[in-house]
Nanobody, 123 residues
Framework: QVQLVESGGGLVQAGGSLRLSCVSS????????MGWFRQAPGKEREFVAA????????YYADSVKGRFTISRDNAKNTVYLQMNSLKPEDTAVYYC????????????????WGQGTQVTVSS
């Protein structure tokens, strides 16, 4: 059964923007910490951003800080990743993750993962 579904990926030129969405069918979405990870070809999956369940705190990888913004809409069971000033090195498959514990999300040990959405940034 599908729990997390990402969308919004695509091809964009360097300097452009994309907004990724992750819709959750997980029960009690508002009680879950959420995160975004990415995996480029030939590389390991890496942390991008995370958001707590509330009160809201956000976390970012240094490589995206100041360019990406994570947010959530509990009424829509959705978490977003707004990506601005995209660079070719941001090219990867982006995955949504969810867990009741923010530390598990940050460590990449989330209980729930989406199938991913491809982001390609051309130079």
């Amino acid at each position: 059964q599908v729990q997390l579904v990402e969308s919004g990926g695509g091809l964009v030129q360097a300097g452009g923007s994309l907004r990724l969405s992750c819709v959750s069918s997980i029960r009690s979405f508002s009680n879950k910490a959420m995160g975004w990870f990415r995996q480029a070809p030939g590389k390991e999956r890496e942390f991008v951003a995370a958001i707590t369940r509330g009160p809201i705190s956000t976390y970012y990888a240094d490589s995206v800080k100041g360019r990406f913004t994570i947010s959530r809409d509990n009424a829509k069971n959705t978490v977003y990743l707004q990506m601005n000033s995209l660079k070719p090195e941001d090219t990867a498959v982006y995955y949504c993750a969810a867990d009741g514990n923010i530390n598990d999300v940050l460590a990449g040990f989330s209980a729930y993962w989406g199938q991913g959405t491809q982001v390609t940034v051309s130079s």
